[in-house]
């Protein structure tokens, strides 16, 4: 298959309905998952030409760390449900294709698994925070002893939003996982469905003080993922968080919310470069990734197409959607004059609204 979209259209066909539900669904009436999508149409890029392009470089330094280019893998929960080798598959390609792979804490394997099956990989750990304190710190430690570069906070999901389709199927992780991060009484859903895990576990009172806390207990670089308003971002660069990704949640959460690539510019004008952006939601093609790079971003983010390139063919499945993404970067890259990340400056994006007031 030679894009993401085959593969969604493939693992929509052969994934069981209830499983398929909960990965592809948004909350409420789905505006914003279309928005996700649509939006980055109202983009258009000015390519420049004329510029000897014959040698490209898509490398970036992030965290000391070198990905192969700029656009890694979203956490997403319990990934054993769309192939059994679940989060090792997609961090050893991760691993393979040289990029950033974040791990979810409600995963179907653990921390110390996916860190003994890739190594090498540039692992982030994506962290919720739990009523149980002690808990939540043990993870931090977890990760720190399994050579994480990163915690990525998120702080978009007090509950989980209304996702109607989970509803309708009663959606609970089958009976032959557990979330491997955790032992006895978290480990399971115990029937009862994953909104009432959420609402169980998660803290719904967490407040800025608690990023504070967080950045306290770790030397790694804390990144905010969920931002949507240039007034959050405006409060982590004052708290000095190492990065933040603006994100919708996959448009999981609040329906109606600005689509992710919509909701980017206002936030980069914002941070002004203060602290690293990073980006996620709807991204499906190259020209995606450098429109958002383009708009602020330093690295981009799948969530889905992973989950997709899973189901269909495992490790390689993943592998070969990474590989997609990086060669239609590299020739947009090409095909718009580019040798580098950092020529791709603001004012090669433009909004479609730029042409109709010429
Ligand atoms: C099935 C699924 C599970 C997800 N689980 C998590 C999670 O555990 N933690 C988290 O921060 N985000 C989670 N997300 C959100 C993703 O990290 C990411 O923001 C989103 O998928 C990006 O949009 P995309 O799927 O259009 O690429 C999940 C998304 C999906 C689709």
Same mark, same amino acid.
């Given at each position: ?40 149409n109202n983009f258009r890029i000015r390519p420049r030409f004329l510029k000897d392009v014959t040698e490209r470089d898509m ?27 679940g989060e090792v598959a997609s961090v050893r390609a991760a691993q393979n294709e040289n990029t950033v792979f974040i791990l ?27 009523? !149980? ?39 609970? *992780? ?31 009172g967490i407040v800025w003080d608690d990023v504070k806390w967080l950045m306290s207990i770790t030397k790694l670089p804390v ?31 609040? !329906? ?31 020209? !995606? ?9 330093? *690295? ?32 947009? *890259? ?25």
């Open positions: 298959m030679n894009s993401l979209d085959l593969y969604e259209r493939r693992a929509l066909e052969i994934l069981p309905e209830s499983i398929r539900d909960y990965y592809r669904s948004g909350a409420g009436n789905e505006n914003s998952l279309s928005w996700n999508r649509e939006d980055f490398r970036l330094n992030v965290f000391g760390s070198n990905p192969s280019f700029p656009c890694g893998i979203s956490p997403t929960a319990m990934q054993r449900m769309a192939h059994p080798d979810s804490t409600i995963a179907t394997t653990s921390i110390e698994d996916v860190a003994a099956a890739a190594p090498k990989a540039i692992k982030w750990f994506q962290l919720y925070i739990y009523k !149980d304190r002690k808990l939540t710190e043990s993870l931090v430690r977890r990760a720190e002893l399994a050579d994480f570069k990163a915690l990525v906070l998120t702080v978009d999901a007090p509950l989980f939003g209304l996702r109607r389709a989970d509803l309708r199927n009663k959606f609970s *992780m089958p009976q032959h996982l557990t979330l491997a991060n955790f032992h006895h009484q978290v480990s399971s859903m115990g029937g009862s469905g994953i909104n009432e895990y959420v609402a169980k576990q998660f803290d719904q990144i905010l993922k969920g931002i949507l308003t240039k007034e959050d971002a405006r409060h982590a660069c004052n708290i000095g968080v190492g990065g933040i990704m603006v994100s919708n949640h996959g448009a999981r959460q609040l !329906d109606n919310v600005p689509s992710s690539i919509e909701a980017l510019a206002e936030i980069s004008k914002e941070v002004n470069d203060e602290i690293p952006i990073f980006f996620d939601g709807g991204l499906r093609q190259g020209t !995606d990734m450098f429109i958002a790079l383009a708009l602020g971003a330093k *690295m981009c983010f799948i969530g889905r197409p992973v989950i997709y390139g899973l189901a269909c063919e495992g490790q390689s499945g993943v592998e070969n959607v990474i590989k997609i993404l990086k060669r239609e970067f590299d020739l947009t *890259m090409c095909l718009s004059g580019v040798k580098n990340l950092s020529e791709i400056c603001g004012d090669m994006v433009v909004h479609k609204n730029y042409y109709a007031r010429l």
